[in-house]
């Protein structure tokens, strides 16, 4: 299994506070995700990283900010948490097989952070 | 766009039964990879399977078994004589060559009932 950790695992927190989820690999892998899971929607990307201060946005990124400054960690804040951010967070790693043409590969992923905002 | 369907809400099979879960996909890429995951109720997402839009050969893996069909778009999963431990939500996820961004379908959430 794919060494990924993310902390915490549960948080309840109030409308309006900051909130900042952290997830942490140990394999080296290049590339980091950030995903939500919601009744109904799958898992939806909100933003993603291809390496030290490399990030971009996903699908779902209006409310969140990231941020990489090590290999191994990837942050998801959430400046200012609103009751709709109530989801369950997933972060994943992937490495490419090849150069940049072969970019696409397996994502593997953590264990999940529920968060509620009340 | 990139579209990942699956159609099927919820299963509810009784042990020993053959499911199968639909996975239906849209790209305009020609180079794209499909994938399976398993959801259990512990809420881990664990990889089953990951397969090229070049290799339309039919995988077996024990008592899964996935058939990949370009003509129909279709990724569709089969477990042979189901069992309890097989209960949780099965996700579908394309991914185009070059991309970063998986897209998943909402998933099937199968029961297995003894």
């Known amino acids: 299994d794919a060494g990924i950790t993310q902390s915490p695992r549960h948080k309840v927190t109030e409308t309006g506070t900051p909130v900042t989820l952290r997830c942490h690999q140990t394999?080296?892998?290049?590339?980091m995700y950030w995903y939500r899971q919601d009744p109904g929607h799958g898992l939806r990307l909100i933003h993603y990283s291809y390496g030290v201060k490399d990030t971009d946005k996903g699908e779902v990124s209006d409310g969140y900010s990231v941020s990489r400054s090590k290999t191994e960690d990837f942050l998801l804040t959430l400046e200012s948490a609103t009751s709709s951010q109530t989801s369950v967070y997933f972060c994943?790693?992937?490495?490419?097989?090849?150069?940049?043409?072969?970019?696409?590969?397996?994502?593997?992923f953590g264990p999940g952070t529920r968060l509620t905002v009340l | 766009a990139q579209k990942v369907t699956q159609a099927q809400t919820e299963i509810s099979v009784v042990e020993k039964e053959d499911v199968t879960l639909d996975c239906v996909y849209e790209t305009r890429d020609t180079t794209y990879y499909l994938f399976w995951y398993k959801q259990p109720p512990s809420g881990e997402l664990v990889f089953l399977i990951r397969?090229?839009?070049?290799?339309?050969q039919n995988e077996i893996s024990g008592r899964y078994s996935w058939n990949f069909q370009k003509s129909t778009s279709s990724f569709n999963f089969t477990i042979t004589a189901s069992q309890v431990v097989d209960s949780a939500v099965y996700f579908c996820a394309l991914t185009e060559l070059g991309g970063f961004k998986t897209i998943f379908g909402a998933g099937t959430r199968l029961f297995v009932k003894a």
């Open positions: 394999e080296n892998h290049r590339y």
């Open positions: 397969r090229n839009s070049f290799d339309e």
């Open positions: 994943a790693i992937s490495d490419p097989r090849g150069g940049i043409a072969e970019s696409t590969d397996t994502q593997y």
